[in-house]
């Protein structure tokens, strides 16, 4: 059922973040406060990449029974999958270093002058 106009919450002028707006309209109806919305006019430069990639009949078919099933779209499903499968594959990030071990490893370089041709300008 609908609030009156008196008994409606004011709508915040600013939110302080996306989430704080999602919660706001989460909580209230935007038919109660119809009447202070107002046209608004913009423009959406959606760019997509197709790639067409060629599937065998039968894969492709199961491929979107399963997409039906989960309910997602055959595209969807194979973003999801392929992503996937490349994350599993993908070389794990290289390990942080210390600044101890990088003073343990530079004890053991020796010190040596460099060579006359091997020196900066002065």
């Known amino acids: 059922m609908a609030r009156s106009k008196k008994q409606r919450d004011l709508i915040p002028e600013h939110f302080k973040s996306i989430e704080e707006a999602g919660e706001f309209w989460d909580n209230h109806d935007l038919a109660d406060y119809w009447d202070q919305t107002s046209e608004a006019s ?8 197709l790639f067409l990639t060629a599937l065998e009949p039968e894969l492709a078919k199961r491929l979107a029974d399963r997409a039906h099933k989960q309910g997602v779209s055959t595209e969807t499903l194979i973003n999801v999958w392929l992503g996937e499968k490349l994350a599993e594959e993908a070389p794990a990030p290289p390990k942080r ?19 006359k041709d091997d020196q900066l300008p002065a």
């Open 97 to 115: 270093g210390t600044r101890n071990r990088f003073e343990r490893a530079m004890k053991r370089v020796p010190r040596v002058k460099p060579k």
């Open 42 to 49: 913009f423009e959406v430069d959606l760019q997509r990449r």
